[in-house]
């Protein structure tokens, strides 16, 4: 299996697991989004707890120029080391909800 197919499935493998233990019930659902094609992967919220909508994103990952972007993680769990412990580099993970600036301080890629 290539890199990025590997990458590809640890990728859909965090958001299942989450979407597995997700607080959701018969009026909140957690929807898995997999764009293989364009490399976007999210965990989504959708639903209505009373008469409050409920919409937006848990977790999104976008797999840009063979890298891994956290775009977004609404959890407590430190998916970059997830991946890191599944196989990935560190050089290989861009913690893309952080600025480029503060990116530079962190261990993880650049860009």
């Known amino acids: 299996m290539d890199k990025l197919e590997k990458y590809r499935q640890f990728v859909r493998e965090i958001l299942s697991s989450h979407a597995e233990i ?3 019930n018969d009026t909140v ?3 898995l989004i997999f764009d293989t094609e364009r490399d976007h992967y999210q965990l989504a919220y959708v639903g209505w707890r009373g008469d409050k909508r409920v ?3 848990v977790m999104h990952f976008d797999i840009i120029d063979g890298k891994i972007w956290i775009q ?3 959890t407590e769990e430190s998916v970059a080391q997830r991946l890191e412990d599944m196989g990935v ?3 290989d993970i861009v913690i893309g909800f952080h600025s480029p600036f503060k990116r530079q301080f962190t261990r993880y890629a650049n860009n």
Do not use: I, L, S
């Open 55 to 57: 919409f937006g994103a």
């Open 89 to 91: 580099p560190a050089a």
């Open 29 to 31: 659902k957690d929807e």
């Open 72 to 74: 977004y993680n609404g």
């Open 22 to 24: 997700a607080n959701t």
